[in-house]
Structures are given as C-alpha cells and as structure tokens.
C-alpha cells in the first residue's frame, strides 16, 4: 500500500509501507516501508519507520501544502525525511529526500504537483487510516506521563534533541534555563523502544556506567545525567546529538528493586532573533542564534586561499569562516564553502553558457541547489553585491548587502526570498572541518 506517489512517467517518489507491528504499549502500529526515488539520473531506496503520529503529521503537512506552504515531514533528528517546496505558479513541487544514517544522502526532484494530486494523496492516506487506525493511540496526559506510548516517549525525547520544529508532537520546549529534563517511563519495553530508536538514529551509545560502577573514559559533557542518581545508578548509557544528550539506563528504587530512567541533558537555548538586545553586527547575531562560541577562531592562510582565487575576499566572509571554521552548515540546510571549493565551484560555473556578465565567485548552496555567488567585478570587494537564484533553470537575483547579512535574514525573517524561519525554531552550525586551508 502506498501512502504517496509524487511525480510522472519521467520522475517520481513513493512510499510503500510494507509491514506492521502492533506497538506494546498505548495501541496502534508501527509501520515499516521504503521511500523509493526513480529518475533518469538517480534510482534508490530508503527504508523508513513511522509511528501513529507520523500519519497524523503527514495529514497536517497535506494541509499546509495545500494552502501554499512549503512542508517537512518525518523530521526525526537522524531518520529519513520528506522536504517539499512548492512552485505553485508552475504546478509543480521540489522534493528533497533525506537520509542522514546512509551518509547524509540527500536527492531532489522536481515533479508536478496539480488539484488531482491532493485528491490522490487524500485518498492513499485514508486508506492508510482505515487500515492502521490512529484513534487507538491515546494522546499525553500532562497530568499523568504514566500514560505515554513508547512513540509519545520518542516524539517527545527527540524534540528536545533536535531543535527542528515539527507538527508531530505537542511538546513544548523547556525554559532557557532549563538543562536536565527527567521523563517518567511506565514500562520497562519503553525503555527497550527507545534506546533501539535512539541508536538507529544516532548510532552507538556511550556506556557511562555499568553494574553500579562509574566508566572513567566516558565523556565528561555526559557526565551530569548521573548526579541525581548517586548511590543509586545501576546502568546508564548516553546518546549524543548537536550538544544534547540522552540517557537512558535503571536505577535503584526506595524498595530495593530497580526502575528505567529516561533524561536529557539539553544544552543552553540560543536566544531566537526577536530576543537579541544592543546594536549587533550582522556577524555578532549570527553568533548570538546559533549558539556558536564567541570565542572560537580558526587560523586561515588567507594570502594562499586569494592567491588561489587570484582576488582579495570580502572582510566579513574571512571573519564568518574564521570564527565559524572554513567548511559547515547553517540548520544542516546551508553550506558556506571554503576558499578552495569557492575556486573549484566559480571556475565550473564560469564554462556554463547561462553565466551572467561578469566574474562570479560560489560561496555558499543548499541542499535545494539554491546558489549563492559575489558579483566580484568592482575593485572593493566588502561592496561585491550577492547574486542568487534557487536553481540552475531560474534567472540570477541581486542582492545588496554581505554575505553574513544575507546568511542571518535567510534563517531568521520569514519575508527573506529563501527564508527557512518557517522550518527551524532555534538554529545551529554544524562543523565540517576544523582545519585552515594551506
């Protein structure tokens, strides 16, 4: 059974489930499937697992596109996950597949996306319900955690691990200050759910402690997931994600026997834009929201790096590569590139035959082939002005201000032409290397 089928004879996506499993506790299915891209250029496959909340999710995403938004779905830190933006006046839809467990594959596609393909995709995932109904899954009581599923368990330990809004969970994030968050887990299978779930997700878990004894080798950052338990820690193991750790293990209770604990240990929360105070640079805020370390720097040899490039470079793309590193990614979604993949980039982009006038330099792209060039004619380059266009089959835009300007306004303002505020709640910077270039 299939639950969507995006595409045409030429392209297309699709998810079939192919198997469920009733869960153990709270009711419903967990149902296994493949989401299986076909193009002229790439075909694969990825296997894919959701849960109750996962078809209730998908609904409302139907909803949203249908009311003219872009949508991600499935977006459970390190699970696969369905990107779709729209081009509404040509009908059609980018669809971008991701799959961070098989080396952060990424694919997109482009497909029509017409009033009959929301009849159709209304249809599957009818159909879907009416097979593997939802109702039976009761929602969280806030007033009893004694109730959760162990899906419920997951949505709400992953939400807090990975700071992406999502419409599959109520979870509201903790206050700032906030840094351990218990969970209460009602069942011992629970326990067993998530730990298979967080490694699936995140690979294998830090032992920090086993039969009461403390690992001395374990990492220090994951240490304070024990303090409440002295005298008591019978197991603990800890998975890791941007900074946040989960730690699931059995303690002693008052009567002798032993209990699951499930917390998380979250790192402090960067302010979002609205709460930023003084008069910041464009850089000082890009900082501030993401959380990065203000007094972080990367040693690069710059006199090499514009030698290579056989021009100076904008001061403030020096300072966002020293202080951020020379290679990594904005909310895992926008990549700035360092000084020789620049080189590499602007000299393939020069041999296209759709290449504007002038001398352009490739600095930075996503993961939706949206590119971002410097107009590198004028002799000044801190006034190089950004040409930008979403994809190779669009017209080059002109943007005036800095890179770093056009970075921030493009995680944080909903009115930027290629805003992601819509999607990320809080926002990160992933290190790709943190080596200077010779």
């Known amino acids: 059974m299939e639950l969507f089928r995006l595409g045409d004879e030429g392209s297309s996506v699709v998810l079939r489930i192919r198997q469920a499993e009733p869960l153990r506790a709270g009711g419903g299915h967990m149902l296994g499937g493949t989401i299986t891209i076909d193009t002229p250029f790439v075909q694969g496959s990825t296997t894919i697992v959701l849960f109750p909340g996962d078809l209730t999710a998908w609904q409302q995403s139907l909803d949203s596109l249908d009311a003219g938004y872009d949508i991600a779905w499935h977006d459970h830190a390190s ?27 990424k694919v997109t596609v482009t497909v029509p996306l017409t009033d009959a393909w929301f009849d159709d995709a209304y249809d599957r995932l009818e159909r879907v319900l009416r097979t593997w109904p939802v109702d039976a ?16 368990l997951i949505d709400a330990v992953e939400a807090l691990l990975y700071p992406r809004m999502t419409l599959s969970t109520d979870t509201s994030p903790p206050p700032r200050g906030a840094r351990l968050i218990p969970f209460e887990v009602p069942y011992t299978e629970s326990l067993l759910e998530l730990a298979a779930e967080l490694t699936r997700h995140h690979g294998d878990p830090v032992l920090l ?40 293990g059995t303690v002693r209770d008052e009567w002798g026997g032993t209990k699951p604990v499930v917390l998380v240990l979250r790192r402090h929360l960067p302010p979002t834009a609205d709460e930023l105070i003084g008069n910041l640079s464009w850089m000082d805020k890009l900082v501030a929201v993401t959380g990065w370390d203000p007094d972080r720097r990367t040693a690069i040899d710059w006199t090499a790096a514009e030698a290579l490039l056989g021009t100076p470079l904008p001061s403030d793309y020096r300072e966002l590569v020293e202080r951020f590193g ?20 602007s000299e393939a982009l020069a041999a296209h035959e759709d290449h504007p006038p002038g001398k352009l330099l490739w600095w930075a ?20 002005p950004v ?7 669009e017209n080059w835009e002109r943007y005036e201000g800095t890179a770093t300007e056009f970075v921030f306004r493009m995680l944080t303002e909903p009115a930027h032409p290629y805003s992601i505020a819509w999607a990320f709640d809080r926002h990160w910077f992933t290190a790709l290397s943190t080596r200077g270039e010779e």
């Open 209 to 248: 402690a086993t039969h009461g004894t403390l690992d001395p080798t374990a990492d220090a950052t994951a240490r304070p997931l024990l303090a409440p338990f002295e005298g008591r820690l019978v197991e603990m193991r800890a998975w890791e994600e941007f900074g946040n750790w989960v730690g699931c």
């Open 387 to 393: 040409l930008h266009r979403r994809d190779a089959t």
């Open 137 to 152: 899954v009761d929602a969280v009581d806030a007033e009893d955690p004694g109730d959760e599923s162990e899906s419920t």
């Open 79 to 105: 699970s696969p996950w369905v990107y779709i933006e729209r081009d509404a006046p040509e009908e059609r839809a980018h669809i971008t597949v991701h799959d961070p467990s098989m080396a952060m594959t």
């Open 365 to 384: 792209g996503s993961e939706h082939r949206q590119d971002l060039c410097w107009l590198a004619d004028g002799p000044d380059p801190d006034r190089w």
């Open 326 to 345: 020379p290679d990594g990614q904005f909310d895992d979604y926008l990549s700035v590139y360092p000084p020789g993949r620049i080189a590499d980039l």
